[in-house]
């Protein structure tokens, strides 16, 4: 019988620590001066909880990961994983989110806009078996940006909820908002049908759901970051434009090839502003064109450069090596688009169709040879 005991109690000590119920994921990128104060915070407002925060780091230049591991080692509560040669908010939240075994996973920035206060309340919603995810709104009565957002970024997430809802059929009042709780086999679900490219993952997981998550909505302060940078760069604007064409197609195309072309669709006004000067200047016609189109690809090399691969961005000489590659891509697409089209074109009444067949043809090489050469995975 003794011997039966201690078995017992051996087997008992190498299960460790309860299990975690619930899991924040804590997607981050030169955050290391928030982490220490939000894991501070997540000990005050989860009291009685059993919890994990699981830092994901996109390989933090001022040494997120190293503050976070150093927290790590004295508190088994906090887990790091680090990314290399991966970026993107959406893509850390969903390899955090995989990474739990907690049956509730909640979602916050770590640069301390979102009220830690609000999750217990989120799980306590969840918990009740009244929802599937529990959002942490801005747009409901009660919620407000507060001092967190300029006027003009105030402005862009109102225009962008609009034009999600209106898109996409989302019923969220607040479909931007970053702050969210989970099921997580719910999400687990989803997980393949998601993009891990762009920055609106809650977007991502509602639209890819088709109306299928029981949702709740409740009022949050988004307040003023104390701390770094915000990531929310202008950029980032043609990043959700993507996120919601390749949602409303039905993924038909990746968010990636349509960011390509949206740049693409840029450098078209890039080209003919460029002309314009050319021409003004005096330049022959064939010489402006020319001038013109090495403009154009210059402009889309450094926006897919930072928006469109970012994850794999090129920086010193690796980008010179890159922006030469793009121009020798891009005068093959240019071939590809004009060899297409003459081989449709035998009728003039079909000059748009075999121009629009050249075209795509041409989008779709330079896509394919700029992935595959210009950024391709190291």
Same mark, same amino acid.
């Given at each position: &019988?003794?011997?039966?005991?201690?078995?017992?109690?051996?087997? +008992?000590?190498?299960?460790?620590?309860?299990?975690?119920? @619930?899991?924040?994921? @804590?997607? !981050?990128? #030169?955050?290391?001066?928030?982490?220490?104060?939000?894991?501070?915070?997540?000990?005050?407002?989860?009291?009685? /909880?059993?919890?994990?925060?699981?830092?994901?780091?996109?390989?933090?230049?001022?040494?997120?990961?190293?503050?976070?591991?150093?927290?790590?080692?004295?508190?088994?509560?906090?887990?790091? /994983?680090?990314?290399?040669?991966?970026?993107?908010?959406? $893509?850390?939240?969903?390899?955090?989110?995989?990474?739990?075994?907690?049956?509730?996973?909640? *979602?916050?920035?770590?640069?301390?806009?979102?009220?830690?206060? &609000?999750?217990?309340? &989120?799980?306590?919603?969840?918990?009740?078996? +009244?929802?599937?995810?529990?959002?942490? !709104?801005?747009?409901?009565?009660?919620?407000?940006?507060?001092?967190?957002?300029?006027?003009?970024?105030?402005?862009? =997430?109102?225009?962008?909820?609009?034009?999600?809802?209106?898109?996409?059929?989302?019923?969220?009042?607040?479909? &931007?908002?970053?702050?969210?709780?989970?099921?997580?086999?719910?999400?687990?679900?989803?997980?393949?049908?998601?993009?891990?490219?762009?920055?609106?993952?809650?977007?991502? %997981?509602? =639209? =890819?759901?088709? $109306?299928?998550?029981?949702?709740? +909505?409740?009022?949050?302060?988004?307040?003023?970051?104390?701390?770094? +940078?915000?990531?929310?760069?202008?950029?980032?604007?043609?990043?959700?434009?993507?996120?919601?064409?390749?949602?409303?197609?039905?993924?038909? *195309?990746?968010?990636?090839? %349509?960011?390509?072309?949206?740049?693409?669709?840029?450098?078209?006004?890039?080209? %003919?502003?460029?002309?314009?000067?050319?021409?003004?200047?005096?330049?022959?016609?064939?010489?402006?064109?020319?001038?013109?189109?090495?403009?154009?690809?210059?402009?889309?090399?450094?926006?897919?450069?930072?928006?469109?691969?970012?994850?794999?961005?090129?920086?010193?000489?690796?980008?010179? *090596?890159?922006?030469?590659?793009?121009?020798?891509?891009?005068?093959?697409?240019?071939?590809?688009?004009?060899?297409?089209? #003459?081989?449709?074109?035998?009728?003039?009444?079909?000059?748009?169709?075999?121009?629009?067949?050249?075209?795509?043809?041409?989008?779709?090489?330079?896509?394919?040879?700029?992935?595959?050469?210009?950024?391709?995975?190291?």
């Amino acid at each position: &019988m003794a011997d039966g005991n201690a078995g017992e109690v051996g087997a +008992e000590a190498l299960k460790g620590p309860k299990a975690a119920e @619930l899991s924040v994921i @804590l997607p !981050s990128f #030169n955050e290391a001066a928030n982490i220490p104060i939000l894991i501070g915070l997540l000990d005050e407002a989860l009291a009685g /909880i059993a919890w994990e925060a699981i830092v994901v780091d996109d390989n933090s230049p001022d040494g997120t990961t190293e503050v976070a591991r150093e927290i790590a080692r004295t508190d088994a509560r906090v887990r790091v /994983i680090r990314r290399i040669g991966r970026r993107g908010l959406s $893509g850390a939240c969903i390899e955090g989110i995989l990474a739990s075994s907690a049956p509730f996973v909640a *979602v916050m920035d770590a640069d301390l806009q979102h009220d830690e206060t &609000m999750l217990p309340k &989120m799980l306590a919603a969840l918990k009740a078996d +009244e929802t599937d995810l529990v959002v942490a !709104s801005r747009k409901v009565d009660g919620g407000t940006i507060g001092e967190g957002l300029s006027s003009f970024r105030a402005w862009g =997430s109102n225009l962008a909820n609009g034009l999600a809802q209106k898109l996409l059929n989302v019923t969220l009042k607040d479909p &931007m908002s970053g702050f969210f709780m989970i099921r997580r086999d719910k999400a687990e679900a989803l997980a393949p049908k998601l993009s891990p490219q762009g920055f609106k993952i809650l977007l991502d %997981l509602v =639209s =890819s759901a088709g $109306g299928t998550l029981k949702i709740k +909505e409740l009022p949050f302060t988004f307040r003023e970051r104390q701390h770094g +940078e915000s990531k929310l760069d202008t950029l980032v604007t043609l990043d959700y434009f993507g996120l919601l064409l390749a949602k409303y197609f039905g993924n038909i *195309v990746s968010v990636r090839f %349509l960011m390509f072309g949206l740049v693409g669709a840029s450098g078209l006004f890039v080209h %003919l502003a460029a002309l314009r000067v050319f021409l003004l200047s005096d330049m022959e016609f064939n010489l402006a064109q020319t001038a013109a189109s090495f403009v154009a690809m210059t402009s889309n090399f450094f926006l897919n450069n930072q928006l469109t691969y970012r994850d794999r961005r090129l920086n010193g000489m690796r980008a010179l *090596v890159g922006l030469l590659t793009f121009y020798a891509v891009c005068s093959v697409g240019v071939l590809a688009n004009v060899g297409v089209a #003459n081989l449709i074109y035998a009728d003039p009444s079909y000059w748009w169709f075999a121009g629009t067949a050249g075209a795509i043809m041409g989008a779709v090489w330079n896509y394919a040879a700029s992935s595959a050469l210009t950024w391709r995975k190291s």
